[in-house]
């Protein structure tokens, strides 16, 4: 599936150097993470369903406790840097923290 915004390395070639990039799951990822991160939503929209899917296996056996991981993971998405954001996540596919 082809992504024709900033993602898009084929996109960006072509673009000037005088427009920041920007991310287009940084921000959506990461406060899914913070705000309902108990039903693992930040892990289903970036693709991962097996990390999601434990996930929400860890909260019911935790009782909640296990929430804190997506929570915290949300704060390492808003402090990267939208390229380290894509590179990890979108491209390289590192499922956790």
Do not use: H
């Not at 992504?3 to 996109?11: A, H, K, L, M, S």
């Not at 097996?50 to 402090?79: D, H, M, S």
Request: glycine share 8%; charged share 20%; aromatic share 14%.
């Amino acid at each position: 599936m082809e992504n024709y915004g900033y993602t898009n390395p084929e996109y960006n070639k072509n673009l000037p150097s005088n427009i920041p990039y920007r991310s287009e799951k940084k921000i959506p990822a990461a406060l899914l993470g913070i705000l309902v991160g108990c039903f693992a939503l930040n892990k289903f929209y970036l693709g991962y369903t097996k990390e999601g899917v434990i996930q929400i296996v860890l909260n019911i056996v935790t009782c909640g406790i296990a929430t804190i991981i997506p929570f915290i993971e949300g704060i390492i998405y808003l402090t990267m840097d939208d390229r380290v954001f894509d590179n990890t996540y979108v491209n390289n596919k590192k499922g956790w923290f």
